[in-house]
């Protein structure tokens, strides 16, 4: 266990190095969106983390440096703040993480990880390597944000088989076990296991394509109020949203900014870069509606076969290259349709990976949440109670998710308005009670 522990840590530790040496330091201390954070920051912060969560807390540590605790607390200072904090600067922030991780290396050596909750199954080291690895998710998205040349580059996806797919396939009606209380790593939102009830739904087979999004787009989508509900029709014309984030049109064609680089709009890959507002709106305009996050939690884990709910899609083992795209392995989606071997038993394909998919359901506990092993991970984005929600989930992962934060109960959150982060969707809609 030790070493697939050690092995999560280096691995994340060697992206985060990717992403940071890949600029100069001017790049790693600028602020290229108010949604984001300096690079330099996220690169600090892992290493406080690191050393709060591990050296202090499991391994009894004294501080190393104190002071900087508050400049590197989330909650204490919003992303559009942080470039004017005195932050550490990039030599500095390196020298402190290459140290932090050099003692955690050490204190993992001796953990005791059958005792006490927090070490058990490692679940605090395997905490701080999913943190890492969210972290290393956000520094990608700011890299995509920053103007200037590409600086990162991966192999394109392959071509989907090309095998011919229903639109859609149906989940039948029935109950089905969402959220776990096995997986050792899950985080508290996860938790606790409960069965579900869902009538019978259809989802579909792949994630929405840009050349289906583009149709959306050319029939007047972005001009049609009936598409929108009102709260998307408000914020549609407040932003001047008339695409994809990062598209742009020319001379008749489509074009993208894709990490410095510019090209045609792929008309197979999944369409990336859309509110919640605008995955809604298309969903409206084609007769149909966003899956619930308990119906796509069916359609990705739920055996017919067996009656149980598994880790992944494709059965319990880890994800391979030949299930899904993760891990930052290309610097893209695959093409709709990819992935059979990752497919889930209702046949739907591209749940993990690619694409985090936009849900119709606000963030909240499950029946019977504890926060564990501190509040502000999950608890301080519920709605209070008698309030809104403010977070809309999103599930499945992109292709910029590594595989360690990444399951079939895992969940993520954003607001509605939000299309930086790197987010699809696919649609449902409901079936007769016999279906």
Same mark, same amino acid.
């Given at each position: 266990?030790?070493?697939a522990?050690?092995e999560q840590?280096?691995t994340?530790?060697?992206?985060?190095?990717?992403?940071?040496d890949?600029?100069?330091?001017?790049?790693?201390?600028?602020?290229?969106?108010?949604?984001?954070?300096?690079?330099?920051?996220?690169?600090?912060?892992?290493?406080?983390?690191?050393?709060?969560?591990?050296?202090?807390?499991?391994?009894?540590q004294?501080?190393?440096h104190p002071?900087?605790?508050?400049?590197?607390?989330?909650?204490?200072?919003?992303?559009?703040?942080?470039?004017?904090?005195?932050?550490?600067?990039?030599?500095?922030?390196?020298?402190?993480?290459?140290?932090?991780?050099?003692?955690?290396?050490?204190?993992?050596?001796?953990?005791?990880?059958?005792?006490?909750?927090l070490l058990?199954?490692?679940f605090?080291?395997?905490?701080?390597?999913?943190?890492e690895?969210?972290?290393?998710?956000?520094?990608?998205?700011?890299?995509?944000?920053?103007?200037?040349?590409?600086?990162?580059?991966a192999?394109?996806?392959?071509?989907?088989?090309?095998?011919?797919?229903p639109?859609?396939?149906?989940?039948?009606?029935?109950?089905f076990?969402?959220?776990?209380?096995?997986?050792?790593?899950?985080l508290?939102?996860?938790?606790?296991?409960?069965?579900?009830e869902l009538?019978?739904?259809?989802?579909?087979?792949?994630?929405?394509s840009?050349?289906?999004?583009?149709?959306?787009?050319d029939?007047?989508?972005?001009?049609?109020p009936?598409?929108?509900?009102?709260?998307g029709w408000?914020?549609?014309?407040?932003?001047g949203?008339?695409?994809?984030?990062?598209?742009f049109e020319?001379?008749?064609?489509w074009?993208? @900014?894709?990490?410095?680089?510019?090209e045609?709009v792929?008309?197979?890959?999944?369409v990336?870069?859309?509110?919640?507002?605008?995955?809604?709106?298309y969903? @409206?305009?084609?007769?149909?509606?966003?899956p619930?996050?308990a119906?796509?939690?069916k359609a990705?884990?739920?055996?017919?076969?067996t009656? @149980?709910?598994r880790?992944?899609p494709?059965?319990?083992?880890?994800?391979?290259p030949?299930?899904?795209?993760l891990?930052?392995?290309?610097?893209?989606p695959?093409?709709?349709?990819?992935?059979?071997?990752?497919?889930?038993?209702?046949?739907?394909?591209?749940?993990?990976?690619?694409?985090?998919?936009?849900?119709?359901?606000?963030?909240?506990?499950?029946?019977?949440?504890?926060a564990w092993?501190?509040?502000?991970?999950?608890?301080?984005?519920?709605?209070p109670p008698g309030?809104?929600?403010?977070?809309?989930?999103?599930?499945?992962?992109?292709?910029?998710?590594?595989?360690?934060?990444?399951r079939?109960?895992? @969940?993520?959150?954003?607001?509605?308005?939000?299309?930086?982060?790197?987010?699809?969707f696919?649609t449902?809609?409901d079936?007769?009670?016999?279906?």
């Amino acid at each position: 266990m030790r070493e697939a522990i050690a092995e999560q840590l280096l691995t994340a530790r060697a992206r985060t190095a990717l992403l940071t040496d890949a600029v100069d330091d001017a790049d790693l201390t600028a602020q290229h969106s108010r949604l984001m954070s300096p690079l330099v920051w996220d690169l600090a912060h892992i290493g406080n983390q690191e050393e709060l969560w591990l050296l202090r807390n499991v391994g009894g540590q004294d501080p190393m440096h104190p002071e900087i605790d508050p400049l590197y607390d989330a909650f204490q200072h919003p992303r559009a703040d942080r470039p004017a904090l005195p932050l550490l600067p990039p030599a500095e922030a390196r020298r402190y993480t290459a140290e932090v991780r050099g003692r955690v290396l050490d204190l993992l050596d001796g953990a005791e990880l059958s005792g006490p909750p927090l070490l058990r199954a490692g679940f605090a080291f395997g905490m701080i390597a999913q943190h890492e690895q969210q972290h290393d998710e956000t520094m990608l998205i700011t890299h995509q944000l920053r103007s200037g040349g590409a600086v990162l580059t991966a192999p394109a996806p392959a071509p989907a088989p090309g095998d011919r797919l229903p639109p859609e396939v149906v989940v039948p009606a029935g109950p089905f076990t969402m959220g776990t209380d096995t997986e050792p790593w899950a985080l508290d939102n996860e938790r606790p296991a409960h069965l579900v009830e869902l009538p019978a739904f259809a989802i579909d087979t792949v994630p929405v394509s840009n050349a289906a999004y583009q149709a959306f787009i050319d029939d007047g989508g972005y001009r049609r109020p009936d598409c929108w509900s009102t709260e998307g029709w408000a914020h549609r014309q407040e932003a001047g949203l008339t695409a994809p984030l990062h598209w742009f049109e020319q001379d008749g064609q489509w074009l993208r @900014r894709r990490f410095g680089r510019v090209e045609p709009v792929p008309p197979e890959e999944p369409v990336l870069h859309v509110t919640w507002y605008e995955a809604e709106a298309y969903a @409206r305009w084609a007769g149909r509606r966003l899956p619930t996050e308990a119906e796509w939690e069916k359609a990705a884990r739920h055996d017919p076969a067996t009656g @149980r709910s598994r880790r992944f899609p494709w059965g319990d083992g880890p994800p391979g290259p030949e299930h899904a795209n993760l891990g930052q392995r290309h610097l893209q989606p695959a093409p709709v349709g990819s992935y059979p071997a990752g497919a889930a038993p209702c046949g739907a394909r591209q749940l993990i990976g690619d694409v985090w998919e936009w849900t119709a359901s606000d963030f909240g506990p499950y029946p019977g949440f504890r926060a564990w092993p501190y509040r502000e991970y999950s608890e301080v984005f519920f709605a209070p109670p008698g309030r809104p929600a403010e977070y809309k989930v999103l599930r499945g992962g992109s292709f910029a998710v590594a595989p360690v934060a990444c399951r079939g109960t895992f @969940r993520n959150w954003d607001y509605p308005v939000r299309r930086q982060i790197f987010a699809g969707f696919r649609t449902a809609r409901d079936l007769p009670a016999e279906a």
